[in-house]
């Protein structure tokens, strides 16, 4: 079985690749989803040069910061979950802690902006496939007014972009129909609509889109950020 170390470099070189074959200029930031997975595994990838790490619980983001900062200084997390407003202090105040991409709602927003007291990078999370289990902004509208108010009235909170999730249908239906995924295209079109709103470029917002199913389909979409953890760690530690 290969290591994380040659998973991780057969998965940038891939990336690489994709991008060269693509004629895409930019190369997205990749994210080691590493929910789950002991802090050795983490250490082995930071050794192998991945710097930018995703955790999706509150309490785990807060522990593995807590320790790894101090083994790999240069480690970036970002939180990729859910939050509850009783879990925002354990999230906020992680050590090496450089993004939240899961801003789902104004309550949160505004729950999270009253308790920073350092500047952090966000998303907003957009519920692009419109299924009930899936948190993010679904109107339009609800998503300007919070990105007026990260841009505009927020201290701390810098918008760094938009992120989606996606169905899995729809990302099955891409690669077996050889055509676009909806939710990233409906990303792209969320994007546009944004910038024009707060009268800033479309390149100044990222794109956070695409796991380790269909990250080189985000890719050719336009993805900033690619999260993808199973491709570097294997399968997901399941939790009691």
């Known amino acids: 079985m290969s290591s994380i170390t040659e998973r991780l470099g057969a998965l940038r070189s891939e990336i690489a690749a994709h991008c060269e074959q693509h004629s895409i200029e930019r190369i997205p930031t990749l994210i080691a989803v590493s929910k789950t997975k002991p802090n050795e595994d ?10 930018d790490f995703g955790e999706n ?13 101090k083994l790999c200084p240069e480690i970036r ?7 509850q407003k009783k879990n925002i202090n354990s999230i906020i105040k992680a050590p090496n802690l450089v993004g939240i ?11 999270v902006d009253k308790r920073l007291t350092s500047s952090v990078n966000v998303m907003l999370q957009c519920n692009t496939s419109g299924e009930e289990n899936k948190g993010g902004f679904l109107e339009e509208e609800d998503l300007f007014r919070a990105a007026e108010f990260v841009k505009n009235e927020s201290k701390f909170m810098k918008l760094e972009g938009l992120m989606t999730i996606g169905s899995v249908e729809n990302s ?4 077996e129909e050889n055509v676009p ?3 990233f295209t409906k990303l792209r079109e969320l994007q546009q609509k944004v910038a024009e709103r707060l009268k800033i470029s479309p390149d100044d917002l990222s794109l956070s889109m695409g796991m380790s199913t269909d990250y080189l389909a985000a ?8 999260r993808v953890g199973s491709k570097i760690f294997g399968a997901r530690n399941v939790t009691k």
């Open 42 to 51: 983490l250490i082995e990838a930071y050794e192998a040069g991945q710097r």
């Open 77 to 83: 997390f970002h939180f990729i979950g859910s939050i």
């Open 172 to 175: 099955k239906k891409a690669a």
């Open 101 to 111: 991409q899961t801003l789902a709602s104004m309550e949160i927003i505004e729950n």
């Open 57 to 69: 619980y509150p309490n785990e983001l807060k522990v593995k910061a807590a320790e790894l900062s």
């Open 219 to 226: 890719i050719e979409q336009g993805a900033s950020v690619i």
């Open 181 to 183: 995924n909806a939710d």
